[in-house]
C-alpha cells in the first residue's frame, strides 16, 4: 500500500508543505505546522501532463488544481500544462474544463523525478437558458442540499453542525454517520489511509469490503478513498450520506454506487469548489 502524505498544513504560495517523515513512520496523525513558502531543493520533482477529451484531442482552457492549495494552472493550445517544484508527497489532483465532466485521481510524487499524467474528459451536451442576475444568490449546490434535507432520505450534517463537533481532521465527521465505518489501513504495521466502507459491509478493502463513492462538490473521487485527503473541516460546508442505491440521488447514482454514496462540499472560496 502506497504510504500518504497528509495535507493538513498549505503552502500559500507553492503547493503543500509535507509532513515530517518521522510522524509517519510512527504511525501517528501530524501535528500541523505554520504555512510558508517552500524552498526548491534537488528533491524536488516535476508534474508533466496533458488533458485530452473522449477523442484524443488536446483540450485547451482546461483547469488543474491540487486540492488543499491555492494551485490553479491552464492548459495550453496543445492541453499540456507543467508544475516545477513539487515536494514528494501524495496529492489529489481535480481537472475540469466548461462543458465536460470533471475528473480527479490520486497521484504520488517521488523525490527527484517527472511524474507523467493524462486525463481524459468526457463532454457533456448542455444548453444554457438565460440568466439574468440582480444579486448575488444563494449556492444553488447549497439549495440543493437544504432540499434533499428537507426530503429526510439520507443522513446530513450541516456547516453549524460541523463546527459544533470543533473536529480537527475530516475522518472524525463521518465516524458520526451510522451508515459509515471509518476503516483504518495499515502498511507493515503502519497506519497509511482511512477509508470509507459500507457499515454492513466489513472494514478491510483489502478482504472484499464495500468501500464508499465519495464526492467532492460533484467531482467523483478515485474509490476507495483516503479520507484524509479531504479538505479540513473548517473548509466543508456540509456532508451527505446515502447507505445504498435505493436512497441515492439520481444524479449520483451509477453501476458502481451499490455501496453507497458520500457528497461533501466545500465552502465558498474555497479552491476545491472554483469553477
Keep these: 500500500m502506497i504510504s500518504t502524505w497528509s495535507f493538513r ?9 509535507v509532513v515530517s517523515a518521522s510522524a509517519a513512520a510512527q504511525g501517528e496523525r501530524p501535528t500541523p505546522v505554520a504555512k510558508s513558502t517552500p524552498t526548491p531543493t534537488s528533491a ?55 462543458g465536460y465532466r470533471p475528473t480527479s ?42 432540499a434533499r434535507k428537507k426530503l429526510g432520505i439520507g443522513q446530513f450534517m450541516t456547516q453549524e453542525q460541523i463546527e459544533a463537533k470543533n473536529t480537527v481532521y475530516p475522518t472524525e465527521l463521518f465516524r458520526m454517520f451510522t451508515s459509515v465505518n471509518v476503516s483504518p489501513n495499515r502498511a507493515n504495521g503502519v497506519l497509511t489511509e482511512y477509508y470509507a ?39 466543508i460546508a456540509a456532508i451527505e ?16 454506487r451499490g455501496c453507497g454514496v458520500i457528497l461533501v462540499w466545500t465552502r465558498e472560496g474555497v479552491p476545491s469548489s472554483s469553477p
Design 105 to 146: 485521481g490520486v497521484i504520488e510524487v517521488p523525490a527527484s523525478d517527472t511524474v507523467r499524467l493524462a486525463y481524459t474528459l468526457e463532454p457533456i451536451a448542455v444548453t444554457l437558458a438565460t440568466v439574468t442576475v440582480t444579486e448575488k444568490p444563494f449556492s444553488m449546490r447549497m439549495t440543493e442540499f437544504l
Design 9 to 17: 498544513a498549505v503552502a500559500a504560495a507553492a503547493l503543500a508543505a
Design 197 to 235: 466502507l459500507s457499515h454492513r459491509e466489513g472494514a478491510n478493502p483489502q478482504l472484499g469490503a464495500c468501500p464508499m463513492q465519495v464526492y467532492l462538490d460533484q467531482i467523483p473521487l478515485p474509490t476507495p478513498f483516503n479520507l484524509d485527503l479531504l479538505p479540513p473541516p473548517k473548509d
Design 44 to 98: 524536488s520533482s516535476v508534474i508533466d501532463g496533458i488533458v485530452s477529451d473522449t477523442n484524443l484531442t488536446p483540450l485547451n482552457a482546461a483547469f488543474v488544481s491540487i486540492l488543499g492549495t491555492p494551485l490553479r494552472i491552464g492548459t495550453g493550445a496543445n492541453g499540456r500544462f507543467r508544475i516545477t517544484n513539487v515536494p514528494r508527497g501524495q496529492y489529489l489532483v481535480i481537472v475540469k474544463r466548461v
Design 241 to 256: 450520506v446515502y447507505s445504498g442505491p435505493s436512497t441515492t440521488p439520481p444524479q449520483f447514482a451509477g453501476y458502481n
